[in-house]
């Protein structure tokens, strides 16, 4: 895709999800929510929302709104004040995003949601209808994950993968991530030799970036979470942008501010995309190399057979990582057994299995159209992948 090609797909995007982050929403001095910048990007979105396109906005922000009623000196660390200053920080939040849009005459709707609602199918279809049903009768919804009732094991912690994967399950056409900084530089931007990236159109453009340093007093994840993001999406077909909140107009109109990141795959049906960017994994399957093989080269179901070791505690449906002997997750899928009842069969025919348990038994472990394939095998345990069911 050429680079104006790709601006051009911005600003023509129809259906947009805008994601903002809680350094662009508060104030410098005091970290707490500002006003005036939230004013600012309703300007914006309204405007878009005016012109005919559907926005979803993904908005960060609750613990920082939080700060000021709790009295609280500073964005809290640990999770239980995290907790309560969300709790009343969301509250605040869209009371705000609720009398800004409404004098532009749009209505909006809150969408908290958790891990579970974009990794467990039935949520999944669930919520992809409730955004259907909103956008349909004109709202903006207004997403943010569900910080009170979320655990470390079960978290997002950023919502720049949230917004990815909203950006997928609606459909989206392009996925807008608004910061603080405008653009993602090369090195961390106090650097005075780091340089604007303004596009990326794979892997290669970011090799020798350096995003280790995070980022403001109030934001989670710095731009390591942003580009993560901007991978889920652009491998399904989205193209996204990374700038500053007060570039929104201009991005959103197509202008080359920012980075672009071009989309790297083709627009699937989104069915199982979720599975493949799940963070959440009810349990391991470890599989022999022959299982792997099967799975991976020829997009065969998954037997029990080949399954060496079952890891979790887990229940039908639920999904699992499919770990090779290296270590590596070579697929995603949902199981077909509760997990007491595969540590039964593994090691086994299905015949086998159907003579000694009676014909119930007689079924593929994980079956290929529940299953996708990782196309860049992941570790076993990345950080947000632990969240395996036991701890649940
Ligand atoms: N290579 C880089 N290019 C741009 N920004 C970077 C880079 N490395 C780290 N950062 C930091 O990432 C921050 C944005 O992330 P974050 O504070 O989490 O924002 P948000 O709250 O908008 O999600 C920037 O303010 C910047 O300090
Ligand atoms: N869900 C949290 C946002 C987590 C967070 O800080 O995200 P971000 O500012 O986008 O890096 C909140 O609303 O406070």
Same mark, same amino acid.
């Given at each position: 895709m050429t680079d104006g090609r790709a601006a051009q797909l911005f600003g023509t995007a129809r259906r947009i999800v805008v994601k903002v982050g809680s350094s662009s929403l508060t104030s410098e001095a005091d970290g707490q929510l500002d006003p005036d910048r939230v004013q600012a990007l309703v300007d914006t979105l309204a405007a878009a929302r005016s012109g005919g396109r559907e926005v979803v906005l993904v908005s960060s922000g609750a613990i920082a709104a939080g700060i000021g009623p709790l009295g609280l000196k500073q964005r809290p660390n640990d999770l239980p004040t995290q907790q309560a200053a969300a709790s009343v920080g969301q509250g605040l939040l869209v009371a705000h995003y609720t009398r800004r849009f409404h004098e532009y005459g749009w209505p909006v709707g809150q969408i908290l949601l958790t891990v579970d609602d974009v990794t467990r199918q039935k949520q999944y279809r669930n919520a992809y209808r409730t955004f259907q049903k909103l956008l349909q009768l004109g709202v903006v919804p207004i997403v943010n994950e569900? !910080?009170? /009732?979320?655990t470390h094991e079960i978290r997002f912690g950023d919502n720049d993968r949230l917004a990815a994967l909203v950006a997928q399950l609606v459909h989206a056409d392009a996925l807008f991530l608004f910061s603080d900084v405008d653009a993602l530089y090369t090195d961390h931007p106090s650097n005075p030799d780091a340089r604007r990236i303004s596009v990326v159109a794979g892997e290669s453009d970011l =090799?020798? /970036? !350096?995003?280790s340093r995070t980022g403001s $007093? /109030?934001?989670?994840?710095?731009?390591t979470t942003k580009i993560e993001a901007a991978r889920i999406a652009t491998s399904a077909g989205i193209p996204v942008l990374v700038t500053a909140a007060r570039n929104a107009e201009a991005a959103l109109n197509g202008d080359d501010v920012g980075t672009r990141f071009t989309p790297t795959g083709k627009r699937r049906p989104t069915r199982l995309l979720w599975l493949q960017h799940a963070s959440y994994t009810a349990g391991y399957l470890h599989l022999d190399w022959g299982a792997v093989r099967a799975v991976v080269e020829r997009k065969a179901s998954l037997l029990p057979i080949g399954i060496t070791r079952v890891e979790g505690d887990f229940s039908t449906g639920e999904p699992v990582s499919l770990v090779a002997p290296d270590g590596s997750v070579a697929a995603r899928g949902l199981v077909n057994f509760d997990a007491d009842d595969l540590r039964r069969v593994i090691g086994h025919s299905i015949a086998e299995a159907g003579e000694e348990f009676g014909p119930d038994w007689e079924r593929v472990a994980v079956h290929r159209d529940v299953m996708v394939v990782l196309?860049? @095998? $992941? =570790?076993? $345990? @990345?950080v947000k992948d632990s969240a395996v069911a036991g701890q649940r």
């Open positions: 569900n !910080d009170t /009732v979320a =090799s020798g /970036v !350096d995003t $007093r /109030v934001g989670t994840g710095g731009m196309s860049r @095998p $992941r =570790s076993a $345990r @990345p």
